[in-house]
T-cell receptor, first 112, second 118 residues
Framework: NAGVTQTPKFQVLKTGQSMTLQCAQD?????MYWYRQDPGMGLRLIYY???????DKGEVPNGYNVSRLNKREFSLRLESAAPSQTSVYFC???????????FGPGTRLTVT | AQKITQTQPGMFVQEKEAVTLDCTYD???????LFWYKQPSSGEMIFLIY??????QNATEGRYSLNFQKARKSANLVISASQLGDSAMYFC???????????????FGKGTLLTVNP
């Protein structure tokens, strides 16, 4: 039982490049989330998926797209990376009966 | 206005002493939930404790307890008998709306960095 996994752990992009951050959970959770964490800002919600087949915008969705591929997987895509997207990205999941969200280890992304 | 306010950017405590980390929140919902997460220097986010708005008793999980004062809209985390391994960033978070709802999102505070001194 790996919990929530994220790939890659680290990534450096040039401005304008695209990439997809992958997230998978093996806990059969319904809801999945993408957050970004910036120094002094706490975590901010980018997108979430309440259940398979649905996605919704969070607090800071601009510049990102998401895909809920199946119940296990929820990916985050940066179509044209910008230096302002330099951040640590966390994926999380939650079952309807659980009170807390469970987080992946994070992806540290640098855009130069 | 901020929904979650953590007024202490940093806190220091001596090993084996208790420490309180402050959290105030702002919501007009009657049903909501409050969470605390720990983030050690390794970076992972660890769920610590949860308090529902209708829970009559303060939540406790081992050495962690949540001092919930609904009228003051505060949800302070109390760590008893601090250990060196408690040194980390601590985040308070809130879910607005019922816990069974599909629209389940968390809003996080900016965090408090706790340092436990030997």
């Amino acid at each position: 039982n790996a919990g929530v996994t994220q790939t890659p752990k680290f990534q450096v992009l040039k401005t304008g490049q695209s990439m997809t951050l992958q997230c998978a959970q093996d806990m059969n959770h319904n809801s999945m989330y993408w957050y970004r964490q910036d120094p002094g800002m706490g975590l901010r919600l980018i997108y979430y998926s309440a259940s398979e087949g649905t996605t919704d915008k969070g607090e800071v969705p601009n510049g990102y797209n998401v895909s809920r591929l199946n119940k296990r997987e929820f990916s985050l895509r940066l179509e044209s990376a910008a230096p302002s997207q330099t951040s640590v990205y966390f994926c999380a999941s939650r079952d309807s009966l659980l009170r807390g969200q469970y987080f992946g280890p994070g992806t540290r992304l640098t855009v130069t | 206005a901020q929904k979650i306010t953590q007024t202490q950017p940093g806190m220091f405590v001596q090993e084996k002493e208790a420490v309180t980390l402050d959290c105030t929140y702002d919501t007009s919902d009657q049903s909501y939930g409050l969470f605390w997460y720990k983030q050690p220097s390794s970076g992972e986010m660890i769920f610590l404790i949860y308090q529902g708005s209708y829970d009559e008793q303060n939540a406790t999980e081992g050495r962690y307890s949540l001092n919930f004062q609904k009228a003051r809209k505060s949800a302070n985390l109390v760590i008893s008998a601090s250990q060196l391994g408690d040194s980390a960033m601590y985040f308070c978070a809130m879910r607005e709306g019922a816990s069974g709802g599909s629209n389940y999102k968390l809003t996080f505070g900016k965090g408090t960095l706790l340092t436990v001194n030997p």
